[in-house]
């Protein structure tokens, strides 16, 4: 399997509970990126990786919200004290060093009840 | 600040019919557009991309799109739809030195 990879594919969990989504990315991309996806609507930009440091997180939206990348391989995206509004699709992409196409998983659909 | 309009979020094509689907943009410098279908249940796949190259762009599965930037636009274009084409088409623009995507909210297209 060469392409983004994500787990889990569906997450249930109660409100206030801690989550943690996995992203693997392509093997050599430098950049990674989450987006999040609400019913009905396109992908909204969160968080821009390039290597292990966080390039642009101005898309979290609130400080429940963190993402990591150790290694500048895989990443997680920690959510704390989950609400139901954070139910969605959250996407990772990736891509190699000096393009602009990204590349993306098929996502892990988190259902906060 | 950029951002992607993409406007009737459900379209219904006749099988054989042209399939048209709009996208303007705003942006404040040249930018990188891109076109984007998703599958039931599944990522996005990249349908394909303008990066100030040729300006009529020919992407996966017969589709295409030009930019014009008189009109702000990057309309995709596919001469012959097929059943296989139903599926979530998106539009998203970025530009040099800024990687992250904004996409506009999306097309829904079915195919009768």
């Known amino acids: 399997g060469a392409g983004v990879s994500q787990t889990p594919s569906n997450k249930v969990t109660e409100k206030g509970k801690y989550v943690e989504l996995r992203c693997d990315p392509i093997?050599?991309?430098?950049?990674l990126y989450w987006y999040r996806q609400s019913l009905g609507q396109g992908p909204e930009f969160l968080i821009y990786f390039q290597g292990t440091g966080a390039a642009d997180d101005s898309g979290l939206p609130n400080d429940r919200f963190f993402a990591v990348r150790p290694e500048g391989s895989v990443s997680t995206l920690k959510i704390q004290r989950t609400e139901r509004g954070d139910s969605a699709m959250y996407l990772c992409a990736s891509s190699p060093r000096g393009t602009s196409e990204a590349f993306f998983g098929q996502g892990t659909r988190l259902t906060v009840v | 600040a950029q951002s992607v309009t993409q406007l009737g979020s459900h379209v219904s094509v006749s099988e054989g019919a042209l399939v048209l689907l709009r996208c303007n943009y705003s942006s404040s410098v040249p930018p990188y557009l891109f076109w984007y279908v998703q599958y039931p249940n599944q990522g996005l796949q990249l349908l394909l991309k303008y990066t100030s190259a040729a300006t009529l762009v020919k992407g996966i599965n017969g589709f295409e799109a030009e930019f014009k930037k008189s009109e702000t636009s990057f309309h995709l274009t596919k001469p012959s739809a097929h059943m296989s084409d139903a599926a979530e088409y998106f539009c998203a623009v970025s530009y040099y030195g800024n990687n992250r995507l904004a996409f506009g909210k999306g097309n829904l297209v079915v195919v009768i």
């Open positions: 093997s050599g991309h430098t950049a």
